[in-house]
């Protein structure tokens, strides 16, 4: 199964520097990685629990006789994947005798591996375990501290949204810790923001925007500790009466501000940070709880702190690449010409969940015998080689195109031959058209390499898709004639090029995708062009989409 050689290896030492007995379970119930303690407490060897049903091996009820699996909570909880806990369950050891435990099982995520649960147990009384603490009338329970730091990790590294993953946040401390939560975030520039004042309430978490916003500079000689806290100091322990004297920066007099609006009678503060800087401080406090923090609570706020921390510098390193990433793309996207008798529009998006460039593209020009060149295409691959692929692409297709006088097909097949040699571009599809006008009327050519055909709509909202002149992608067959197509482009008609991002996804067959795109687009041919660019993107691109699009729509104007 899976040993300590396995891909739970990993996990295994993980789970031995817990202080709890644990193990990890998959969809199926099935132990796939356990700790050493777990193994000790169970009297059984690691490798006599891995990949075994651990409802059928170690459940049992206060006689000792197997539980039903319907009325089993470990399992339930389990084969949800909710989190859940309890005091009175007995796990049977290697020599037959009964371990009472109180567990807890929560869902978690490691890395790429499948969905899992966390399961931790330790050895309880076998009367049972004591009635349910209300929050905040004692500490929490060793077993409670190590749950809550294992979903602290599983919610805040699921997500690389910065505010997500602060709410998250906020959600694990209240009210389950403290009344309230504040979170201070240090800018790039090194100004600080108060990002939330958080409170829980009947209704659930409520905010305090008026104690939101921007606050003073962190003087580097204050001893509060507020102050000490977004410098970086280990945790500390404060109430009202430490603001009361002089206070000795602005940084302070906030926190004398937030003590009076808030009633906090015991707040605790730790610093956000990571190994290379600190990013802000979580604050907790307690106003309705009676019970005042303690330097404990500082030892568990510290450790909650530094794991929100590294997930939050994640997210930022993510949220830089990808504004970086995206800031990359547009300027490797052309301004469009002005073209007389015609509108043009371009949008483009990245993939969702992609923090690279890619290598979708269009590019519209004017020709030197006065055409308008228009092309769509997609170079293979999400990363920065298939943009500078895509850049190199479009600008030996523009270089070529000038200066030839061709039609589209044989532009295309030069361009075929030419990225064996110049261009580092394994595979591509593109779509290369030409508009020519003779007198009022407009004339629409084209190649297609391996593309989803271009739609034409008309002003009536006849959509059809333009199947002729299609041939092999980009880098498969370079020394293949390619074939051309030719169409009237008619008064009023929209010209639709666009990636397959439009209308794949890894959930819908394509030909759904298509269908999906000739009816909105038909029936968005009368609005605006840009509008109907903005429409087509919002009512047809999957919601499991998870690559780039690049439209390029073109309205032939009215007749007179």
Same mark, same amino acid.
Request: hydrophobic share 40%; proline share 7%.
């Given at each position: 199964?899976?040993?300590a050689d396995?891909?739970?290896?990993?996990? *295994?030492?993980?789970?031995?520097?817990?202080?709890?007995?644990?193990?990890?379970?998959?969809?199926?119930?099935?132990?796939?990685?356990?700790?050493?303690?777990?193994?000790?407490?169970?009297?059984?060897?690691?490798?006599?629990?891995?990949?075994?049903?651990?409802?059928?091996?170690?459940?049992?009820?206060?006689?000792?006789?197997?539980?039903?699996?319907?009325?089993?909570?470990?399992?339930?909880?389990?084969?949800?994947?909710?989190?859940?806990?309890g005091?009175?369950?007995?796990?049977?050891?290697?020599?037959?005798t009964?371990?009472?435990?109180?567990?807890?099982? *929560?869902?978690?995520?490691?890395?790429?591996?499948?969905?899992?649960? #966390?399961v931790?147990?330790?050895?309880?009384a076998?009367?049972?375990?004591?009635?349910?603490?209300?929050?905040?009338?004692?500490?929490?329970?060793?077993?409670?501290?190590l749950?809550?730091?294992?979903?602290?990790?599983?919610?805040?590294?699921?997500?690389?949204?910065?505010?997500?993953?602060?709410?998250?946040?906020?959600?694990?401390?209240?009210?389950?810790?403290a009344?309230?939560?504040?979170?201070?975030?240090?800018?790039?520039?090194?100004?600080?923001?108060?990002?939330?004042?958080?409170?829980?309430?009947?209704d659930?978490?409520?905010?305090r925007?008026?104690l939101?916003?921007?606050?003073?500079?962190?003087?580097?000689?204050?001893?509060?500790?507020?102050?000490?806290?977004?410098?970086?100091?280990?945790?500390?322990?404060?109430?009202?009466?430490?603001?009361?004297?002089?206070?000795?920066?602005?940084?302070?007099?906030?926190?004398?501000?937030?003590?009076e609006?808030?009633?906090?009678?015991?707040?605790?503060?730790?610093?956000?940070?990571?190994?290379?800087?600190v990013?802000?401080?979580?604050?907790?406090?307690?106003a309705?709880?009676?019970?005042?923090?303690?330097?404990?609570?500082?030892?568990?706020?510290?450790?909650?702190?530094?794991?929100?921390?590294?997930?939050?510098?994640?997210?930022r390193?993510?949220?830089?690449?990808?504004?970086?990433?995206?800031?990359?793309?547009?300027?490797?996207?052309?301004?469009?010409?002005?073209?007389?008798?015609?509108?043009?529009?371009?949008?483009?998006?990245?993939?969702?969940h992609?923090?690279?460039?890619?290598?979708?593209?269009?590019?519209?020009?004017?020709?030197?015998?006065?055409?308008t060149?228009?092309?769509?295409?997609?170079?293979?691959g999400?990363?920065?080689?298939?943009?500078?692929?895509?850049a190199?692409?479009?600008?030996?297709?523009?270089?070529?195109?000038?200066?030839?006088?061709?039609?589209?097909?044989?532009?295309?097949?030069w361009l075929?031959?030419?990225?064996?040699?110049?261009?580092?571009?394994?595979?591509?599809?593109?779509?290369?058209?030409?508009?020519?006008?003779?007198?009022?009327?407009?004339?629409?050519?084209?190649?297609?390499?391996?593309?989803?055909?271009?739609?034409?709509?008309?002003?009536?909202g006849?959509?059809?898709? #333009?199947?002729?002149?299609h041939?092999?992608?980009?880098?498969?067959?370079?020394?293949?004639?390619?074939?051309?197509?030719?169409?009237?482009?008619?008064?009023?008609?929209?010209? #639709?090029?666009?990636?397959?991002?439009?209308?794949?996804?890894?959930?819908?067959?394509?030909?759904?995708?298509?269908?999906?795109?000739?009816?909105?687009?038909?029936?968005?041919?009368?609005?605006?062009?840009?509008s109907?660019?903005?429409?087509?993107?919002?009512? *047809?691109?999957?919601?499991?989409?998870?690559?780039?699009?690049a439209?390029?729509?073109?309205?032939?104007?009215?007749?007179?």
């Amino acid at each position: 199964m899976t040993g300590a050689d396995g891909p739970y290896g990993s996990v *295994t030492a993980t789970l031995d520097g817990l202080g709890s007995g644990a193990y990890l379970a998959d969809e199926q119930g099935r132990i796939l990685a356990v700790n050493s303690h777990g193994a000790r407490l169970l009297g059984r060897p690691v490798a006599e629990l891995l990949g075994q049903d651990a409802h059928d091996l170690l459940h049992r009820s206060r006689a000792g006789d197997p539980v039903p699996r319907a009325q089993c909570r470990m399992r339930e909880s389990i084969l949800d994947g909710r989190t859940a806990q309890g005091e009175e369950e007995w796990l049977e050891r290697g020599d037959g005798t009964l371990l009472p435990v109180a567990w807890l099982a *929560t869902s978690c995520q490691v890395d790429a591996l499948p969905a899992s649960t #966390l399961v931790l147990f330790h050895a309880a009384a076998a009367a049972g375990g004591t009635a349910p603490r209300a929050a905040g009338d004692a500490g929490l329970s060793e077993l409670e501290r190590l749950a809550l730091l294992a979903e602290t990790t599983t919610l805040l590294t699921s997500t690389l949204d910065i505010h997500e993953a602060l709410r998250r946040l906020i959600d694990l401390v209240v009210p389950r810790l403290a009344d309230w939560a504040v979170i201070d975030l240090i800018g790039e520039g090194g100004e600080v923001r108060r990002f939330a004042v958080a409170r829980a309430g009947k209704d659930g978490v409520t905010f305090r925007q008026d104690l939101q916003g921007p606050m003073p500079p962190v003087p580097h000689e204050s001893s509060m500790p507020l102050a000490r806290a977004l410098r970086g100091v280990a945790s500390s322990v404060a109430g009202p009466e430490t603001y009361q004297g002089p206070l000795d920066s602005g940084v302070a007099v906030e926190q004398r501000r937030l003590f009076e609006e808030t009633g906090m009678h015991s707040a605790v503060m730790a610093p956000l940070r990571t190994l290379h800087e600190v990013l802000g401080a979580l604050t907790l406090g307690r106003a309705e709880q009676p019970r005042p923090f303690t330097t404990a609570d500082g030892v568990l706020l510290e450790d909650i702190a530094r794991r929100a921390g590294y997930a939050l510098e994640n997210a930022r390193l993510y949220q830089r690449q990808r504004k970086v990433a995206e800031t990359m793309q547009r300027h490797l996207l052309p301004r469009l010409p002005y073209t007389p008798g015609h509108t043009m529009t371009a949008r483009y998006l990245p993939a969702p969940h992609a923090s690279q460039v890619g290598g979708d593209w269009y590019d519209a020009f004017t020709l030197t015998d006065g055409a308008t060149a228009l092309a769509v295409g997609d170079v293979v691959g999400h990363d920065v080689d298939a943009a500078a692929g895509m850049a190199q692409l479009r600008n030996m297709l523009r270089a070529y195109a000038l200066s030839q006088e061709r039609p589209a097909s044989k532009i295309v097949e030069w361009l075929d031959r030419a990225t064996l040699d110049v261009a580092e571009v394994s595979m591509a599809t593109l779509v290369f058209a030409r508009m020519t006008r003779q007198g009022d009327r407009c004339e629409l050519s084209w190649t297609n390499a391996g593309h989803p055909p271009p739609l034409l709509v008309t002003h009536e909202g006849i959509a059809r898709y #333009l199947t002729e002149g299609h041939g092999m992608l980009l880098g498969v067959s370079p020394d293949e004639d390619r074939p051309d197509a030719t169409t009237e482009f008619p008064p009023g008609a929209t010209l #639709l090029l666009y990636t397959d991002g439009l209308v794949e996804s890894p959930r819908h067959d394509l030909t759904e995708g298509l269908e999906r795109l000739r009816r909105h687009a038909a029936a968005l041919a009368r609005r605006p062009l840009e509008s109907f660019a903005d429409e087509v993107l919002a009512r *047809t691109r999957p919601p499991d989409n998870d690559d780039d699009v690049a439209l390029l729509a073109v309205r032939q104007d009215p007749g007179p």
